[in-house]
């Protein structure tokens, strides 16, 4: 058995033990698959990744490779995104259910209201599902724009249904959300501007329909994370404690006091820590008391989003972590509106969240089969050089031969010293490509055997920490970072990425994993693993012939449509997937991913005139008979293929 890979963490620190001999526990302690799960995802003992949609509620669970398998023999091709939308019913299910029981555990007299905010994710069939399983539990949504509010008052379903209206609003916006109240949608104009507070007071009288209305309050308690500028006395969204009282005033003076209800805030989403989220709501229980005590007719507080996932699985307050559960969570929302109402004397409010991570990441996988691999220091046959061989390869061959663990940094030294010192050569004429090419080998060779000798070490020095990933392989993905996983690009997150076969095994390489843009931004390297983040993702050797797929898992929130058309590479596929009790699976919804005309006509190409464009071209081969009309014929069909299919590689 190869010896295990030391652990080398983003911060450098840290070297592990390796176990005797691999198990599938060491696996899902390698990546973490308890801890970032929530019970959906596991390792069966036969070393495959297995959805489990009612989590750990029982229930079948389904292999991964199996669906791979499935949707191959129906002719789907990766990457695919995988959609269970039993996961979703479960997570809408297990929110309400907390929440539920932590009213009942600490006698809070309001009742609980969940609304999904659109703009997590905003496919059509995320906003069906949401509002069928939800339809159970009364879970209305959140619309933030016109878009978001046509669809959400299409689709919800019971009446007095739940519609919290965010964002800037304008008179077409209040117009429509006013006509959704008459139709028994309960549609509540969250105020975010003092600049909103006329037009709702105008179009409300002029079409004669009393409005319920909310206020945004931006609170001076913030979380911390990536998102936490969208809470705090900065944030661009919400009333300040004076623009609130002003607002109260003006609804007064116009006769319109009874409409004001609810009130809102937004730490930002995915709060990590647990503390940041009971101290805001301790200040937003203060100012919903202080409204009441104004003499406004409160009934309903909205705590927003912030849920956060542990993508990460560190259970650790670091921005991609939480360190809370959802039970948790609910437990301590409901404590802390308890103290503080009874505390307050008042009328505790019905209580509204906004969660969207929580509800909809664990839904959606991406799967990516792996194209090719590029290896560095172990991928090339051990250099040689004769005693004719220039100077500077003798001696730069000579590095390893001297390495010792007192002398790793000198060697380290050298070997770039010498490399640095070829291309030079290289450059001025004096070395040939042959020699050059022969010294790049033997760098490469010196820095492997450097790392080997920093695995020994209980501390790595600081100065060659980086070898980890300045050695590691690049695994080559079918997909693309930047349309399918744009947070991993725009904001460094690190989603759980894992093989889903072959989890028996020890993962003995490390890489990381590059998509198939021409941008060298397109890669994923930062990956949770044993609680930390680290540069390289453990994976195993490649077999020849044999497909090698990784999973990204928690995709299914803010992904879908942030992600854009680089280099042209559009939607995957989406396949819907439903597990039966026996363990088999059934294509419940497949959507087709972009086809290469798809893109062509985003970016304002005539799928039909670029192609007549083409036979143009072709016809004045033949005519000048470069080409003859066989020739043709096979290259029109071949472009013609490709303008119709998938914009990914095509195996
Ligand atoms: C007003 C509002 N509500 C809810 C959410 C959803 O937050 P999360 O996905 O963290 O639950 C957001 C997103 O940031 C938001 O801006």
């Known amino acids: 058995m190869t010896r295990p890979p030391t652990e080398l963490w983003e911060d450098g620190t840290g070297v592990e033990s390796a176990p005797a001999g691999w198990t599938v526990e060491d696996t899902r302690e390698l990546y973490r698959v308890r801890e970032w799960s929530a019970g959906y995802f596991d390792v069966s003992p036969e070393g495959a990744m297995v959805v489990r949609p009612r989590a750990d509620h029982g229930g079948p669970a389904l292999s991964l490779p199996r669906i791979v398998e499935g949707l191959r023999k129906r002719g789907i091709s990766m990457p695919v995104l995988l959609r269970f939308p039993e996961i979703l019913n479960h997570q809408i299910g297990s929110l309400h259910r907390e929440f539920a029981a932590a009213i009942a555990e600490y006698g809070y007299r309001g009742e609980y209201r969940g609304v999904y905010p ?15 399983y939800g339809a159970e539990f009364r879970h209305g949504l959140e619309a933030g724009s016109k878009a978001e509010l046509i669809a959400a008052m299409a689709y919800l379903k019971n009446p007095d249904d739940l519609l919290i209206c965010n964002g800037y609003k304008d008179e077409r916006f209040i117009e429509l959300g006013l006509y959704a109240r008459r139709i028994g949608i309960d549609c509540v104009f969250v105020v975010e501007t003092p600049l909103e507070v006329d037009l709702i007071l105008r179009t409300s009288t002029r079409l004669g329909i009393r409005p319920r209305v909310g206020f945004r309050v931006r609170l001076s308690s913030c979380g911390s994370g990536h998102w936490q500028d969208s809470g705090g006395d900065r944030s661009v969204f919400g009333l300040n404690t004076a623009q609130l009282m002003d607002s109260v005033d003006r609804f007064r003076a116009a006769g319109y006091l009874d409409c004001l ?25 203060r100012v919903y008391a202080g409204l009441v005590e104004e003499g406004v007719p409160m009934s309903l507080l909205d705590i927003g989003g912030g849920l956060a996932i542990d993508y990460e699985g560190a259970q650790s307050a670091s921005s991609g972590s939480r360190n809370y559960s959802i ?11 308890k103290g503080e109402f009874d505390r307050a004397g008042v009328e505790p409010p019905v209580l509204i969240s906004e969660s969207g991570r929580a509800t909809v990441a664990y839904y959606s996988v991406l799967l990516v089969e792996v194209l090719d691999v590029n290896r560095f220091h172990s991928g090339c046959q051990p250099a040689e050089v004769g005693p004719e061989s220039h100077y500077l390869l003798r001696h730069s061959l000579a590095v390893s031969a001297e390495l010792g663990p007192d002398n790793l940094q000198e060697c380290y030294n050298d070997a770039f010293y010498y490399r640095d010192e070829i291309r030079s050569l290289f450059q001025a004429g004096a070395l040939s490509l042959r020699e050059r090419s022969l010294g790049e080998r033997i760098f490469w060779q010196n820095l492997g055997r450097i790392w080997e000798h920093c695995r020994e070490l209980d501390e790595v020095p600081e100065s060659l920490r980086g070898l980890e990933s300045f050695l590691a392989d690049i695994y080559y993905g079918n997909f693309s ?8 690009w725009a904001i460094d997150q690190v989603f759980p990425v894992a093989p889903i076969d072959r989890l028996q095994e020890e ?9 198939i843009t021409c941008d060298c931004d397109g890669r994923l390297d930062r990956f949770g693993e044993r609680g930390r983040v680290r540069r390289t993702l453990a994976v195993h050797e490649m077999r020849p012939g044999e497909p090698y797929l990784l999973g990204v898992f928690l995709v299914g929130a803010y992904q879908e449509t942030l992600g854009d058309l680089h280099n042209l590479l559009g939607d995957t596929h989406v396949v819907s997937i439903r597990v039966g009790d026996d363990g088999d699976f059934a294509v419940e919804r497949e959507i087709e991913g972009d086809s290469v005309a798809d893109v062509l006509s985003v970016v304002e190409y005539d799928p039909k005139q670029v192609s007549a464009r083409f036979r143009a071209s072709v016809e004045r081969a033949v005519r000048k008979g470069e080409i003859d009309a066989q020739e043709r014929r096979a290259m029109v069909r071949a472009y013609e293929d490709t303008l119709r299919g998938y914009t990914y590689f095509e195996t």
Do not use: W
């Open 261 to 285: 209800n609810l009130l809102h805030f937004h730490l930002g989403s995915q709060i990590p820590n647990i503390r940041d989220i009971r101290t805001s709501l301790t200040e937003a229980c």
């Open 118 to 132: 659109i703009k997590v994710n905003q496919q059509e069939q995320v906003l069906e599902e949401v509002t069928s």
């Open 327 to 337: 039970r948790e969570y609910c437990r301590d929302v409901v404590e802390v509106l």
């Open 481 to 488: 970072l930047f349309q399918s996983l744009p947070d991993a």
């Open 507 to 515: 993962p003995t390489r490390r890489a990381v994993l590059s998509d």
